[in-house]
T-cell receptor, first 112, second 113 residues
Framework: EAGVAQSPRYKIIEKRQSVAFWCNPI?????LYWYQQILGQGPKLLIQ????????DSQLPKDRFSAERLKGVDSTLKIQPAKLEDSAVYLC??????????FGSGTRLTVV | GENVEQHPSTLSVQEGDSAVIKCTYS??????FPWYKQELGKGPQLIID?????GEKKDQRIAVTLNKTAKHFSLHITETQPEDSAVYFC????????????FGGGTRLMVKP
């Protein structure tokens, strides 16, 4: 089966600009996660979707971050406006009961 | 919420030696403990996992042990090879947290030829 697809792979923006990341999970995976991985640290959950509904967004900085999964398939994570501390790798993962969690390769964001 | 601590942060071994990475967790309701390998520029890849009803699991050169009483679990890699060099993450999942994974801080393993 195809893996979790993410784009872009890399993005460099200036602080206060906006940016969007896209994720297409494995076909049939109802649960989708966005994680933030700061250099040298483990991934930290930002938001979890079950189909097109939000299950947990308690760690999402909602003043600047937003995410949607309108049709319950692909998802978009947006940051507006970006801060220097948002520089990180943004990982998307999807899960099914049968196959567990699968991560994409991530989008590396650099805010300058 | 769940908190996962991982040690050591870096580990250097000679090729052929064994490597052990240890993790502790805080939520006694956690019941699933995966280990991930992350190579440069890639996402984490599952290498082995263990559920709370099992004390040990082995897959070729990799084994994981779980002590639920002490709330700690460990990854054991035997006969290490240079291609084992990567960052390894442990994680824990609690039913109390919507099946989300909480990750440890990672261990950078370097296997010297």
């Amino acid at each position: 089966e195809a893996g979790v697809a993410q784009s872009p792979r890399y993005k460099i923006i200036e602080k206060r600009q906006s940016v969007a990341f896209w994720c297409n999970p494995i076909s049939g995976h109802a649960t989708l996660y966005w994680y933030q991985q700061i250099l040298g640290q483990g991934p930290k959950l930002l938001i979890q979707f079950q189909n097109n509904g939000v299950v947990d967004d308690s760690q999402l900085p909602k003043d600047r971050f937003s995410a949607e999964r309108l049709k319950g398939v692909d998802s978009t994570l947006k940051i507006q406006p970006a801060k220097l501390e948002d520089s990180a790798v943004y990982l998307c993962a999807s899960r099914s009961t049968a196959s567990g969690y699968t991560f994409g390769s991530g989008t590396r964001l650099t805010v300058v | 919420g769940e908190n996962v601590e991982q040690h050591p942060s870096t580990l250097s071994v000679q090729e052929g030696d064994s490597a052990v990475i240890k993790c502790t967790y805080s939520d006694s309701a956690s019941n699933y403990f995966p280990w991930y390998k992350q190579e440069l520029g890639k996402g984490p890849q599952l290498i082995i996992d263990i559920r709370s009803n099992v004390g040990e699991k082995k897959d070729q050169r990799i084994a994981v042990t779980l002590n639920k009483t002490a709330k700690h679990f460990s990854l054991h890699i035997t006969e290490t090879q240079p291609e084992d060099s990567a960052v390894y993450f442990c994680a824990a999942r609690s039913n109390n947290a919507g099946n989300m994974l909480t990750f440890g801080g990672g261990t950078r393993l370097m296997v010297k030829p």
